[in-house]
């Protein structure tokens, strides 16, 4: 009979010169870095009835406006965007640290959708 050793490994960041280990991740990009027009892969973190927050690899989640969603007008958020989604997302604007971010290309120069 074989015997078989599995080994897993679990990597953490440290956290500062203490040598302690951090449960936080550490975000790809700051806020700062963000450019307006740039895309971005996420995930839809929690859904709410004016838009969805997106967890694109920024510090700070981004909202997408229910306007910002699609095309035309949305009567119920939840037939459109689930918690846990793969989305594709541009960044429409940062302001005070709020990031605005839209599910259509076209709406980046402009406002929300047409109802």
Known sequence: TACQLITRVFVMPFSGSSGRLSRMPRAAMSVDELEIGQKYEGTVDFVKPF?????????????????????????????????????????????????????????????GGSR
């Open 51 to 111: 838009g969805a927050f997106v967890d694109f690899g920024c510090e700070s989640k981004g909202l997408v406006h229910v306007s910002q969603l699609r095309d035309g007008f949305v009567g119920n958020i939840n037939d459109v965007v689930q918690r846990g989604q793969a989305v594709e997302v541009w960044v429409k604007s940062v302001d005070d640290g709020r990031i605005g971010l839209t599910m259509v290309e076209s709406k980046l120069q402009g406002g």
